[in-house]
Every structure is written in C-alpha cells, then in structure tokens.
C-alpha cells in the first residue's frame, strides 16, 4: 500500500476492445488525478481538457445540453481501496455513475519507476467490450 501513497497525475486512458482497436475515451487532451492515501481512502478525478463552460453563471445552472456534455467529459470517486496481490480494489463509495456507487472496482496494477499503470478487466463502454489502461505519474509539486 505504501507505493501507491501519493498523488498521481493521469499520462494517458486508452480504451482497447477485442479486435485491437484503441480509442481515446476523452481523447488525447485529458487531465486527472488519482490520490491514494495513507489512511486508506483514495480519489480520483478525470476531465477532457478545454470543457466547455456553461453560458450560465449559476453554479447549479445550465441547459440540458451543457449538463450532458460536462457529464460526458469527466468521471470521479472516490472511496476506501486495498491492495492484494497484484490488484488495487477501489471501493466506490460516491461516483459520478451512480451504478458503481457502493461498488468495489478492481485495477490491474505494474509500477515502472515513477509510472503506474492501471488496467480494468474487460467491461461494456461505448456498445462494446474493452479493457481500459491508465498510465499515471508520480506528481511533483511546482515550486
């Protein structure tokens, strides 16, 4: 548990399904972060870069339309996680996608340095079957 201690800034998410085929879920521009901490709990937060802001100023504003696409262009949660073996399970307490709340997620993991990688199971997204494959980086506080 102790290596995954830390905050870690999202390199890239590719989405590859049976045939091969890779897509980009928020395309290439994305930013996130995933932090696991000391405690147990960990968070994690994943936009396309550049969303389009509401016209709206009002927090809770917005169309329907805006509403969807900022939906459609980020994910979070966050939750107690555990480590065995070489699977880190993230326990979802809340979640933007209210099916997995209360649902544990289970991510293959590989260390590389100052990389880690996280990868899903095979799961349904966008019609088809796909596995998923984050490559994080050891954040560094700019001074």
Same mark, same amino acid.
């Given at each position: 548990?102790?290596? !995954?201690?830390?905050?870690?800034? *999202? ?6 399904? %049976?045939?091969? &085929? #890779?897509?980009? $879920? ?7 972060? #995933? ?7 960990? +968070? ?11 016209? +709206? @100023?009002?927090? !809770?504003?917005? +169309?329907? %339309?805006? @509403?969807?696409? %900022? /939906?459609?262009?980020? *994910? =979070? /949660? ?8 070489? #699977?880190?399970?993230h326990n979802c307490e809340?979640? *933007?996608? $209210?099916?997995? =709340?209360?649902? &544990? ?8 340095t100052n990389r880690l990688e996280l &990868?899903? %199971? ?5 019609? @088809? ?8 980086? @050891? ?5």
């Open positions: 548990m102790q290596r !995954f201690t830390g905050t870690w800034k *999202l390199v890239s998410w590719e989405s590859r399904d %049976a045939q091969g &085929s #890779i897509s980009y $879920p928020f395309g290439r521009e994305i930013i996130g972060y #995933i932090m696991y901490g000391a405690d147990g709990y960990m +968070s994690v937060v994943i936009a396309k870069k550049n969303r389009i802001p509401f016209v +709206s @100023k009002d927090f !809770f504003g917005g +169309s329907q %339309a805006e @509403k969807a696409n %900022a /939906y459609e262009t980020y *994910l =979070s /949660y966050c939750g107690l996680y555990r480590v065995q073996d070489n #699977i880190v399970t809340i979640n *933007l996608y $209210p099916n997995w =709340s209360g649902v &544990s997620q289970e991510r293959f993991y590989k260390f590389y &990868s899903t %199971a095979p799961f349904f997204t966008d019609g @088809k079957e796909q596995t998923h494959h984050l490559i994080w980086e @050891k954040a560094k506080i700019m001074g």
